[in-house]
């Protein structure tokens, strides 16, 4: 399985982005798809999980301000990110079934 991450950029604090994970390979149908984020010096954190059936799950820090969603037609998950503190500044991850990998995408939130 193969992810591939976009999306991240530099935005003002309030701002908004999203991000999108194109996922490629031996999909199962049923599955959980994932975002992650490591901030500069900090371990790396769930931000939000869906399941292939749409299940969602947040952590508390995002939550009512990021909204994860996915096509599965296109084997493609978003995450949309509203409302954006200087403290979401990290590197992104998307992950499939807690075993792959993308490369990462940096959202920097700065004025």
């Known amino acids: 399985v193969q992810l591939q991450a976009s999306g991240g950029g530099l935005v003002q604090p309030g701002g908004s982005l999203r991000l999108s994970c194109a996922a490629s390979?031996?999909?199962?149908?049923?599955?959980?798809m994932g975002w992650y984020r490591q901030a500069p010096g900090k371990q790396r954190e769930l931000v939000a999980t869906i399941s292939s059936g749409g299940s969602t799950n947040y952590a508390d820090s995002v939550k009512d301000r990021f909204t994860i969603s996915r096509d599965n037609a296109k084997n493609t998950m978003y995450l949309q990110m509203n409302s954006l503190k200087p403290e979401d500044t990290a590197v992104y991850y998307c992950m499939y079934q807690y075993m792959y990998w993308g490369q990462g995408t940096l959202v920097t939130v700065s004025s």
């Open positions: 390979g031996s999909i199962f149908s049923i599955n959980v």
